[in-house]
């Protein structure tokens, strides 16, 4: 199971955290990530981070702005989301994937978690 919790409204150039506690299986064998769904629009990679947390990858409108990490003892993935913008707004869902290593292709995710709304507008 993959519960997410942090959404919620921020103003541009805000910034939330996400988290995701995740339970029912081996947590430091699987990589996990983050994918959105704006409204009206197709469900995209945002980003994904190794077993061991040494390796982090996003997509290009998000870099430099949001932040992956994993806190294998406690079973948590987050993702820090800073300088936030109108069209970061979407559903963010927590994901598990069929690998210990993470990639952007939601073919690779075996597990979705139920999304948290993330609404930025000023």
Not at 85 to 106: F, G, I, L
Request: net charge neutral; with cysteine.
């Amino acid at each position: 199971q993959l519960q997410a919790s942090g959404g919620g409204w921020v103003q541009p150039g805000g910034s939330l955290r996400l988290s995701c506690a995740a339970s029912g299986f081996t947590f430091n064998s699987h990589a996990m990530g983050w994918f959105r769904q704006a409204p009206g629009k197709e469900r995209e990679f945002v980003a994904g981070i190794n077993w061991n947390g040494d390796t982090t990858l996003y997509d290009d409108p998000v870099k430099g702005r949001f932040s992956i990490s994993r806190n294998n003892a406690e079973n948590t993935v987050y993702l820090r989301m800073d300088t936030l913008k109108p069209e970061d707004t979407a559903v963010y869902y927590c994901t598990r994937y069929n690998s210990p290593y993470s990639s952007a292709y939601s073919g690779s995710v075996d597990y979705w978690g139920k999304g948290t709304q993330v609404t930025v507008s000023s």
